[in-house]
């Protein structure tokens, strides 16, 4: 158990539609990470935020967004799903920004139909 | 891209001692060295990290040459709930970097009885 819990667990959607992900992050712990994890891959960085502000970002495109709240909880949002969208969604939460030591949660399985 | 080679599977017995090497030559001087352990459908967990020498704890040893361009995961006596997938990461843990996670496909451990 790492404190760290996302919501929902599984989601079915269809392509074009919107997608919102939950997480909260673990007590004491200002700085949330996203990853998405295909079959047979390792996760791939989504973005980061840390404090309300998004402070880094991977290669993925605009339709990927995100939100941080005073209790350092995260969403993470997906407009105009594709199939390709379809993984494993994850969160991290840390106790900073450049700290290597996070901890995930069990992830939100997406797919898309 | 991630910065770091490692096995793609390795097999094991119970019982056995398992040692997984990482290649990291380019590392970096603030760089430190994470490994991470993921079972199916959850998100991956911190096993251990260091930047120099070893450092063991309850779970594993981590072994790092003098060059620190490689680093051996050691997990002791395996059991079949060891069988997993094991990330090598490579990253600055202050904050001078934004610390975001690069995952490779890692190695897929399986431990037969």
């Known amino acids: 158990e790492t404190g760290v819990t996302q919501s929902p667990t599984h989601l079915i959607k269809t392509r074009g539609q919107q997608v919102t992900l939950r997480c909260s992050s673990q007590s004491g712990h200002n700085t949330v990470s996203w990853y998405q994890q295909a079959l047979g891959q390792g996760p791939q960085f989504i973005f980061q935020y840390y404090r309300e502000e998004e402070n880094g970002r991977g290669n993925f495109p605009p339709r990927f967004s995100g939100l941080q709240f005073p209790n350092y909880s995260s969403e993470l949002n997906v407009n105009a799903l594709e199939l390709d969208d379809s993984a494993l969604y994850l969160c991290?939460?840390?106790?900073?920004?450049?700290?290597?030591?996070?901890?995930f949660g069990q992830g939100t399985r997406l797919t898309v139909v | 891209l991630a910065k770091t080679t490692q096995p793609i599977s390795m097999d094991s017995y119970e019982g056995q001692e398992v040692n997984i090497t990482c290649s990291h030559n380019n590392i970096a001087t603030n760089d430190y060295i994470t490994w991470y352990q993921q079972f199916p459908s959850q998100g991956p967990r911190f096993i251990i990290q260091g930047y120099k020498t070893k450092v063991t704890n309850e779970v594993a040893s981590l072994f790092i040459p003098a060059d620190r361009k490689s680093s051996t995961l050691s997990l002791p006596r395996v059991s079949l709930s060891d069988t997993a997938v094991y990330y090598c990461l490579v990253g600055d843990n202050y904050g001078g970097s934004q610390g975001n996670l690069i995952f490779g496909k890692g190695t897929k451990l399986s431990v037969k009885p």
């Open positions: 991290a939460s840390k106790k900073g920004p450049g700290n290597t030591e996070a901890f």
